[in-house]
């Protein structure tokens, strides 16, 4: 497109939303009764919204820029918008939030054309509909070069009740809420593909092909397994772990909680130096999806290290008094949902140690997620 | 700089708070009693903080991005700090809320010192700590080129009192709290100099003189007139009208009210489509500085250009019945603050009109700012 100007990027974006019936962005001119707590919306300086009586805020935010946290290989211009929310709701999810608002501030290239900012709205909005947040408001701005894109997320939880890095206390099991490794497995498998294809960048333009970014997994005629679209999956699309964090909040015996957004070793160091303990993770505990051992049989990866030093993967990590443990995995298993335990809280250091299937225990290295190696 | 990985220097910028004692970004583990209603600031997850009982929340968001938003010609580093968050607390102005929590998430490219980011934050920190508000979380990231700034505020407003676009009526007065055209006059000067200096968009580097940006005003041989410093001074750390919001919010008869954030000439549009009304502006009514006039004609400028479709003053344009107008005046005044009455709400149009000097009527065209004009 040329681009419009600011304003009328910004009407068009916001019309856009209002001619879909979008919770949210009516005011009470639209003649729209507000919901969700949502006083005013979109449209005016600010957002106004109602939060729970008795309850305290949340917030958080995150950013994604092109070509650091995603490129045309990697990413389809929707999941662009799906794992910005994501990541954002997975923050709340860390503290045993409710998300409930959120805005969106995205700085937008010459050569992204509307249509490809509507498909990075729908991921928002996919994502944001599926737990139930509502967009309120935001900025738009024109960018040089590289697309940014920012969510702010607010949320709720009971006065006093949030899930803190700080509490994990000598005698607690470690635990994790899902498979760990994919998201990194994926964006291997993906950067990789790219790299076979040579299309660096930049999609490929073939005739009659659409420009509608990466090729599907299993196209173009690479050998990966099939496995592969899952971890694609997971690294394009990651489902936070909200109801996992609810049924921690209601069972009322959590103690710490991260979500795993850098890989678990970076993520149980912040656990151990914010409570001041030890973390001994047993690799026997820890589960690996048969997808990532597949995966990396294949590629001549390693398993253990995307699942320590990948990241992305927006499950948590946590500690529950050891008393309530089998308390806590029989309500996830009610609930359909895994819980692994993975380990135990010490007080006799502070870091981050792994008991290897051979017994051996070494430490593990504080290191997390850089998003692309190449950066 | 050689650039630290992206942990490295989140630890640096929260420890570098940390260090100074900053207000909010202790925890409950740092020892420091929370604050200003912030239970948990930088460190976990997410913050969590109180409002106030009885209040709604008010959410805005603003970005700027380098060489859309400024320049090293136009912006020192810390008033690239000072004027992300100055614009948002402006935002809390516009609808007669108190600001009260920031995040503030940066992308920072290769280019950028460890010494250079230190400014961006002093200048965020101190438009802050002038309103108040805690600096409670954000996101630190690289990015290829260029830096972005994304602050997100979180304000209060008592519940049903936020002062919207929407409620101007016919009979009101429209006001301003200030003067008008200042910033985008100091920004035509700044890129001026620039250009007749030839520094393009990188600082000069004599022998002996630090980079420490743009030469101050009057240096390097320019011939601007002296008042062309406020003008600067305008452009580069706007003053948001809190307290002018607050005296509108106290009184009571506050209608509609924006920030004058892209021109007079477009909010008062925004003001006239939310409402459905029209506003005819005075041009006799409308305050203009003598350093703008001065620099008009020195420059060859049109100061009422610079008035209706410059941007980026944050004075208030706003509405208040008619009855009550000589009341809110005596207040602003009692409180060393400026207001000017420059025009009326009326029913029988919608959109803006100004009348001349001469008594003519003309339409206002309904444009606004759009940030370097090279852009």
Redesign the interface.
């Known amino acids: 497109m040329s681009r419009p ?3 009328a990027l910004i009407r068009l974006l916001t019309d856009r939303n209002r001619t879909l019936g979008r919770r949210g962005w009516g ?3 639209d003649g729209q009764p507000p919901k969700s707590g949502v ?2 919306g979109i ?9 729970s009586p008795g309850c ?10 092109e ?3 995603f490129n045309r290989c990697t990413m389809r211009d929707s999941d662009i918008g799906f794992k910005a929310m994501a990541s954002n709701i997975s ?2 999810a ?2 045993g ?1 409710v998300p409930r ?1 959120a ?1 969106v ?1 995205i ?1 937008i290239p010459q050569g992204w054309s509307t249509e490809r900012l509507s498909e990075v709205y729908d991921g928002l909005y996919e994502c944001a509909d599926m737990f139930d947040v509502e967009i ?4 738009t ?6 697309l ?1 894109v ?1 969510v ?4 709720e ?1 009971e ?1 006093g009740k ?1 899930l ?3 509490t994990a206390r000598e005698g607690d099991a470690v635990f994790v809420t899902g498979e760990l490794g994919l998201s990194a497995a994926g964006l291997h498998y993906l950067l990789g593909r790219a790299e076979t294809l040579g299309s660096g960048e930049e999609p490929s333009q073939e005739p009659g092909r659409r420009d509608d970014g990466p090729a599907p997994v299993g196209e173009a005629g690479d050998r990966a397994p099939q496995g592969a679209a899952r971890l694609v999956e997971a690294h394009r699309r990651p489902i936070p772990a909200l109801r996992a964090s609810a049924i921690i909040q209601q069972q009322g015996h959590g103690r710490a909680l ?2 795993i957004s ?1 890989g678990l070793a ?1 993520e149980a160091w912040e656990i151990a130096e ?1 409570s001041g303990c030890g973390l001994v993770l047993e690799e026997a505990g820890i589960p690996v999806a048969a997808e990532l051992l597949e995966y990396a049989e294949w590629s001549g990866g390693a398993s253990m290290d995307w699942i320590l030093y990948g990241g992305e993967d927006y499950q948590l990590i946590g500690t529950v008094t050891a008393e309530q443990a089998a308390d806590m995995k029989l309500r996830f298993e009610r609930a359909g949902l895994p819980f692994y335990c993975i380990g135990e809280v010490r007080s006799d250091f502070v870091g981050v140690k792994l008991r290897s299937l051979t017994g051996a225990v070494t430490d593990v290295e504080k ?2 997620y ?2 692309f190696p190449a ?1």
């Open positions: 100007d600011e304003f005011n009470a001119k006083v005013v449209g005016d300086d600010a957002a106004v919204a109602d939060i305290q805020l949340v917030l958080s935010c995150d950013t994604m820029v070509t650091v946290h923050d709340m860390a503290m939030a608002f805005l501030s700085s309120v408001g935001g900025d701005t024109s960018a040089p070069q590289l940014t920012t702010t997320i607010v949320g939880v006065a949030a803190l890095r700080s991260n979500d850098d970076s914010a290191r997390g850089n998003h950066e």
